[in-house]
């Protein structure tokens, strides 16, 4: 398999870079200078006319969405274990937190951020805020009521899931004071080494 990742550090690309980590894979990582613009440009845009990264190339085939490319790679390498067998009954749990993460837990982190920090100051609207760090609280919670007796989404052993979850828990420490379970399982994250080489 030759697999080519469009990548800025400190994004959701750290999500299927990670990933590749877990799985022991070579890939070539391809930087994008994001915050200079260059996913604003027409090469880019034909790359992914989302104008987005990450961007997975897998022998020659464009697949954009980071949740996408982390369910598709550890279905490839099922021995790995980082996804339950399609049969296996931790795979409904699975499913369920892999698109919880993208639908529920974070727009409104995402939205929050992009209104406190990203957006020009004369687009934020601060009003939004409280209303944003509410729903992302309810869904923290859910996420916390799950992992109060698990070291991981799924229970003892560490899966994909995980590193939707956590990449988007460690979006913003700081909304996880409440949550001393979510600071445990973050930590916990963070000290893999599979997490460190991707970081970089
Ligand atoms: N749902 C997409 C979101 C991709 C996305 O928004 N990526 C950000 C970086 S984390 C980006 O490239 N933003 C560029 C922009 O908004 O101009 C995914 O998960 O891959």
Redesign the pocket.
Known sequence: MDIKLYY?PK???L?PRWLLEELGLPYKLIHID?FGGE??TEEFRKINP?????VMEVDGQVM????AMCAWLADQFPDKGLAPKLNAPQRMAYEQWMYYV?ATLEPPIWNYLQHRLILPKEQRVPEILAWDLERYDLALAVVAENLKDKAYMLGGQFTTADIMAGTTLMWRPKALSGYPVLQDYTKRLKQRTAYLNGIG
């Open positions: 800025t994004t959701r690309a999500r994001l996913t604003r989302n104008a987005c990264i990450p954009f969405e980071s949740g993208t």
